[in-house]
Nanobody, 125 residues
Framework: QVQLVESGGGLVQAGGSLILSCATS????????MAWFRQAPGKERGFVAF????????NYDNSVKGRFTISRDNAKNMVYLQMNSLKPEDTAVYYC??????????????????WGQGTQVTVSS
């Protein structure tokens, strides 16, 4: 059982930056890839970014390309999401997720085996 714990959310003005962190309870050798998703009130959970833990291949939703960066530190069992140039429409609960094996899809929630509890990000205009 992999446990994921997010941190780093908060309130920020539009144009500002935040860094989200996701700590994993197990060695990253048991995880193939990790992602960040987000869910705003009344909306479905949507894909933000994905990274493979070995190799570091990344994938981003078009809405965050050029503004957000996903990274990992395998020695610390951590994954991060650097968020710059934040917009009010980025307001959501952000979740990290882990997949233990390769999947052909990495942008859908069903492709993930474990989820964190979420952290709130609020961007004021």
């Amino acid at each position: 059982q992999v446990q994921l714990v997010e941190s780093g959310g908060g309130l920020v003005q539009a144009g500002g930056s935040l860094i989200l962190s996701c700590a994993t309870s197990e060695r990253t050798s048991s995880i193939y890839g990790m992602a960040w998703f987000r869910q705003a009130p009344g909306k479905e959970r949507g894909f933000v970014a994905f990274i493979t833990l070995y190799g570091g291949s990344t994938n981003y939703d078009n809405s965050v390309k050029g503004r957000f960066t996903i990274s990992r530190d395998n020695a610390k069992n951590m994954v991060y999401l650097q968020m710059n140039s934040l917009k009010p429409e980025d307001t959501a609960v952000y979740y990290c997720a882990a997949q233990t094996n390769y999947r052909s899809v990495n942008s859908r929630p069903y492709a993930y085996d474990y989820w964190g509890q979420g952290t709130q990000v609020t961007v004021s205009s």
